[in-house]
């Protein structure tokens, strides 16, 4: 299977809540990223956390990660129509690359 | 500041041409990275440059020849590519090599070849 895993699509509405989650093999990794990506435009760093931390919060953004479960979800409160893009889920390999989950779209609807 | 410039921002090119893709920096970084994205995909790591030395290539055709001037400046020179090979070309710095660092990405550049 893939080492990080994302679900595909999530549908919200405008003001609610949205949650990605995403799921990994590799524990060694020292950061865990979520990158948003706008179409047609390249990869945004949206926050990170270290692996020594549970939750990590900014503004609108709340990342909780689950080390027992090898589970990372990305909270984004009052979702509005500017959040509608691709968000990918990563973390470093042994190695240079980034290993990025398939990333998941994220449609906020009015 | 965490920007990393790419131009252009979109390409089109024949079979026989030969064209460069550039990336800059101003943050000090000393590694840098192309990254090649198809539709619907996330980036797939190409090429990555440590102090200026190339330190990864990822089984990339020699179609693409990356260069590195100097510490600010990445260059990645196209030529002969094949229709498959249009994508998006993603730049990328960070501070150090391998990887707990956090990488950096530029808008990319959209290329076409027909």
């Known amino acids: 299977g893939e080492d990080v895993e994302q679900s595909l699509f999530l549908s919200v509405r405008e003001g609610d809540s949205s949650v990605i989650n995403c799921t990994y093999t590799d524990s060694s990794s020292t950061y865990l990223y979520w990158y948003k990506q706008e179409p047609g435009a390249g990869l945004q760093l949206l926050t990170y956390i270290f692996s020594n931390m549970d939750m990590k919060q900014d503004q609108r953004l709340t990342v909780l990660l689950n080390k027992k479960d090898k589970h990372l979800s990305l909270r984004i409160a009052d979702t509005q129509t500017g959040d509608s893009a691709i968000y990918f889920c990563?973390?470093?390999?042994?190695?240079?690359?980034?290993?990025f989950g398939k990333g998941t779209s994220l449609l906020v609807t009015p | 500041d965490t920007e990393v410039t790419q131009t252009p921002k979109h390409l089109v090119m024949g079979m026989t041409n030969k064209k460069s893709l550039k990336c800059e920096q101003h943050?000090?970084?000393?590694?840098m990275y192309w990254y090649k994205q198809k539709a619907k995909k996330p980036p797939e790591l190409m090429f990555v440059?440590?102090?200026?030395?190339?330190?990864i290539n990822e089984s990339v055709p020699s179609r693409f020849s990356p260069e590195c001037p100097n510490s600010s400046l990445l260059n990645l020179h196209l030529h002969a590519l094949q229709p498959e090979d249009s994508a998006l070309y993603l730049c990328a710095s960070s501070q150090e090599k391998q990887g707990a660092d956090t990488q950096y990405f530029g808008p990319g550049t959209r290329l076409t070849v027909l």
């Open positions: 990563a973390r470093p390999n042994s190695g240079y690359a980034l290993n």
């Open positions: 440059y440590s102090y200026e030395k190339l330190s």
């Open positions: 943050m000090g970084h000393r590694a």
